[in-house]
């Protein structure tokens, strides 16, 4: 593992193709999911760095303080009093993925039962399963239930202990928007693979990491990533830690 990170730069760039690549269609990720596992949680990138690279997105924030939800070009921190706020753009974050939207493939949908429905809808839109996929969903929801976790404080405990103080919320009958990234599984360890789904209220006061959800009635839109850049930091911490791979337990531990 060390020999991997040995050869990594300070850029990773993995393109889906030799033909260029326009910006829009990047997807620009700040640290890796490993070192997110591990209590990397020190941030390094600005919220206002974020915005010159995306409009939609999700994360976490300094010292693991919430959800960051990215939808239209705003930055919102769901907190854990369940409560959204709109972030300045001198906040930090520790890890992030932003991409400046423009969907490809679109579908409405109605009388999803479950978050595994769902998933299901969104694979059949895939072309590809080995490449990215940025996800907007909007609508009207008659369930969610989403999550966020305290602020954390050093010496930083692993993700996996910080989620057995998640705090989970319930919402009803709801208008609101799912934002996120389909990622393929050989990008374990730097993305998190599969779905990675946030959630923000319509009146963006509230929202989370997506747990489950039932939806009345939503339009699905995905825009295809060919491009991928991650940005390692550049701290001590970072360079000095020994990384151990993440397992499938652990990921499910911390996801669902």
């Known amino acids: 593992m060390n020999k991997v990170w040995a050869l990594l730069s300070t850029l990773i760039l993995i393109t889906g193709c030799s033909t260029a690549v326009p910006a829009s269609s990047t997807l620009y990720q700040v640290s890796t999911l490993q070192a997110l596992m591990q209590?990397?949680?020190?941030?390094?990138?600005s919220i206002g760095q974020l915005k010159t690279?995306?409009?939609?997105?999700?994360?976490?924030?300094?010292?693991?303080?919430?959800?960051?939800?990215?939808l239209q070009g705003e930055f919102y921190q769901v907190?854990?009093?369940?409560?959204?706020?709109?972030?300045?753009?001198?906040?930090?974050t520790p890890f992030a993925a932003v991409v400046w939207f423009r969907p490809e493939i679109s579908k409405e949908i109605s009388?999803?039962?479950?978050?595994?429905?769902?998933?299901?809808?969104?694979?059949?839109?895939?072309?590809?399963?080995n490449l990215f996929y940025a996800?907007?969903?909007?609508?009207?929801f008659g369930y969610i239930k989403t999550r966020s976790v305290p602020q954390q404080y050093p010496p930083y405990p692993p993700l996996t202990e910080v989620v057995k103080d998640q705090i989970f919320f319930e919402f009803h009958e709801v208008q609101g928007t799912v934002v996120g990234f389909y990622s393929p599984e050989f990008t374990q360890n730097l993305q998190v693979p599969g779905y990675h789904l946030h959630f923000l209220t319509e009146d963006r006061t509230g929202g989370g990491h997506l747990l489950e959800c039932q939806i009345a009635a939503a339009l699905i839109q995905i825009d295809l990533i060919p491009k991928w850049e991650v940005?390692?930091?550049?701290?001590?911490?970072?360079?000095?830690?020994?990384?151990k791979p993440t397992s499938e337990a652990e990921l499910h531990q911390v996801e669902k």
Not at 111 to 129: C, D, F, G, H, I
Request: proline share 3%; hydrophobic share 30%; aromatic share 6%.
């Open 53 to 70: 690279k995306g409009d939609l997105g999700l994360g976490t924030l300094n010292g693991l303080d919430g959800e960051l939800v990215v």
């Open 39 to 45: 209590g990397v949680y020190d941030g390094h990138t």
């Open 231 to 243: 940005e390692l930091p550049q701290d001590e911490t970072f360079k000095s830690k020994t990384f």
């Open 79 to 92: 907190r854990a009093d369940g409560r959204a706020y709109r972030l300045d753009d001198q906040e930090l």
């Open 111 to 129: 009388k999803v039962k479950n978050y595994r429905q769902l998933t299901e809808e969104l694979n059949a839109l895939l072309p590809s399963r």
């Open 135 to 140: 996800i907007q969903i909007q609508g009207h």
